[in-house]
């Protein structure tokens, strides 16, 4: 037999697992899995997501452009969007259709096309050892679905890409946008008033902030719309959402039988706003009671909004005036704020709901407490707590001086100190507050005759939800800025009353500071470890796989050939049953496991090859044991 020219079985099985190999990489660039060490696998596509792409009813087409000289800081971004893009066509379907689009290859004309719908070159600094230097380039993606066009601009910016895509074709795949309404009336805040002033200074302002309700957060996925009462006109039923954000003036019978009439046809309503009024001129740091306009319509709902603030050992850390000795003037010390309590897991958000699902803090700025009024509340629809303080909180009486610099202690004592609820979500079947009486005429002026509505009451609403919180400035663009809890809070809130609780998982996972589990710190020699085990783990476990088999199969050959020398052994110990093995065979050596037949051992020949083999080197090889032979059939010497 010609050894040499022979293939190993070795040879082969190395040559499978490469070829193994080969098409695990080529079936990877469709079929692939990453390595995510993020406490909420943030690097992963969300259920959520792949639910959403996987039930496309039409075909959403994606257009990402990208220009292909980015800025060195850009270019990471470009990779892990495409990964992202990777991971939506793997677990979409062939409704979702991906291109990329080089801008340079695109005529003028199309570029002022795409202009025209907001996707244009964007300036990016570039920083090297020479200086800074800008780059203009493209890095945006377009939407298209049944006849409509979303944009999502300026993709390096965005904090949750996978959010904005995700609820991008969710909004392109709804046939009716909900609609959110903001009170415009009665000084509350809505979502186009202009921002004042600092709402952590300790000094409320005397005007409303902008709410987060721009085209960054609650207009990328909903309509948003002023809303009027003050013509007494009930509320549109389009209307899916009313905020009423810390109202300054009272509301007439006919505008408290309106708010109660949207509610009773299933509309939520969301109240927000503390009992207090500040020094509007500023002269002093005193605030005084100020009865919450709304208090006796909520009161028929369960819920009351308490003339106090909310006093928390807990505070948010603020710059406080302080005298210190061996300085003449005071010096400008930070420490925690009583009259801004920060709310923080699990005490702060006791409830299961997923309004604060995945949120690490949040900071509401002169909150009131509420009251329950449990004789409203059905039992069988238990209010959730939302929001509460920590235990070492307790209700501040007003007036309440809001200076930092005092001695902070509760008026009882420590009796005082308990976990006091800011914020309640009521999910039932409400009862109209006007149940049993007229219905109020129209508001009108001096002498006109009243306008009496003859339209019916609505006396039982289907279930529904009122959200009150005794706070109202922590919803403002200035307050979340640094505070991602409090935007990421009221996008859920919206949310889960509006549309449910579909995309919360998603964004809450992206609030910053909830990274690596145990907060593991990537230092170089981490990212290193990292990169190199990526790397080198495959083919490291195939080597560990290889030796191991190789060891094993060595193994068994040693034990056979233990077995063979017992097997002589016992032969020689009585000579009268010794086998008689054919000369020519005695000294040949046994191809399976290379030791030498002796007289006396047990052999069979091979019908193909000839060559001999002990009759246990067969029985475990399962024929011949010449790589080159496939014998299956042997005779006996």
Not at 550 to 571: G, I, P, S
Request: aromatic content about 8%; proline content about 7%.
């Amino acid at each position: 037999m010609r050894k040499t020219e022979a293939i190993s079985k070795t040879t082969i099985e190395t040559i499978i697992i490469i070829g193994i190999v080969i098409v695990l990489n080529i079936l990877g660039q469709y079929f692939y899995s990453r390595a995510d060490l993020t406490e909420d696998k943030i690097y992963t596509l969300a259920d959520a997501s792949k639910s959403i792409v996987q039930d496309l009813t039409d075909i959403v087409q994606m257009n990402v452009y990208i220009s292909s000289d980015l800025p060195p800081e850009v270019q990471p971004i470009e990779q892990s969007v495409r990964d992202l893009l990777d991971e939506y066509r793997a677990e979409g379907s062939s409704r979702l259709v991906i291109n990329y689009i080089n801008p340079d290859d695109l005529t003028e004309d199309e570029k002022l096309d795409l202009a025209a719908i907001g996707i244009e070159p964007r300036r990016y600094s570039s920083y090297t050892e020479t200086g800074a230097t800008v780059k203009v380039a493209y890095f945006d993606i377009e939407l298209k679905s049944l006849g409509n066009t979303e944009v999502i601009p300026a993709v390096p910016a965005e904090r949750n890409l996978e959010y904005k895509i995700s609820s991008t074709i969710l909004k392109l795949m709804s046939a009716d946008t909900p609609t959110i309404g903001f009170l415009m009336s009665h000084g509350a805040m809505t979502y186009q008033t202009a921002p004042m002033s600092n709402p952590y200074q300790q000094q409320q302002p005397s005007a409303p902030f902008e709410v987060i309700a721009s085209e960054t957060f609650l207009g990328s996925l909903y309509n948003l719309e002023e809303v009027d009462i003050t013509n007494g006109e009930l509320i549109a039923d389009h209307i899916d959402t009313l905020v009423i954000a810390q109202p300054a003036s009272e509301f007439s019978e006919r505008e408290k039988y309106v708010i109660d009439q949207f509610i009773m046809r299933g509309g939520n309503l969301i109240v927000m706003g503390n009992s207090i009024q500040m020094d509007q001129l500023g002269m002093t740091n005193m605030a005084n009671a100020k009865p919450f306009p709304l208090n006796d319509l909520l009161e028929e709902y369960g819920v009351k909004i308490n003339d106090d603030l909310v006093a928390d050992a807990n505070g948010f850390q603020q710059p406080c005036e302080t005298r210190v000795e061996g300085f003449p003037v005071p010096v400008q010390v930070m420490q925690p704020y009583p009259l801004f309590p920060q709310i923080v897991p699990p005490d702060g958000f006791p409830s299961e709901s997923p309004i604060t699902r995945g949120l690490d803090y949040m900071v509401l700025p002169f909150a009131s407490s509420l009251q329950l009024l449990y004789d409203k509340i059905p039992d069988e629809n238990p209010p959730y707590e939302l929001i509460m303080s920590s235990p070492n909180a307790y209700q501040y009486p007003v007036p309440v001086n809001l200076a930092c610099d005092q001695n902070w202690q509760p008026p009882g004592g420590e009796d005082d100190l308990k976990k006091q609820l800011i914020g309640v979500h009521l999910h039932q079947v409400f009862h109209s507050a006007f149940e049993g009486e007229a219905v109020p005429a129209y508001d009108t002026a001096g002498d006109e005759a009243p306008r009496l509505d003859t339209n019916e009451m609505i006396t039982e609403s289907p279930e529904t939800s009122i959200v009150v919180i005794g706070n109202a400035t922590f919803i403002t663009n200035e307050a979340a800025q640094g505070i991602m809890g409090n935007s990421v809070f009221f996008m859920n809130l919206i949310e889960t009353l509006t549309i449910g609780d579909r995309l919360i998982d998603i964004r809450t996972r992206f609030i910053p500071g909830r990274q690596l589990k145990d907060r593991e710190i990537l230092t170089p020699s981490v990212q290193g470890r990292m990169k190199f085990w990526g790397y080198m783990a495959v083919p490291i476990v195939i080597i560990l796989v290889g030796t191991g088999r190789f060891y094993l199969k060595n193994q068994r050959k040693r034990l056979l050939q233990t077995l063979h020398e017992a097997e002589r052994e016992e032969v020689q110990a009585k000579p009268q049953k010794k086998a008689k093995v054919a000369s020519k065979y005695i000294g040949k050596t046994c191809p399976y496991c290379k030791s030498t037949i002796k007289q006396g051992d047990d052999i069979i020949i091979c019908s193909k090859c000839g060559k001999p083999h002990h009759l246990r080197c067969w029985e475990e090889n399962s024929g011949c044991g010449i790589d080159s032979c496939d014998g299956k059939e042997g005779k006996e010497s």
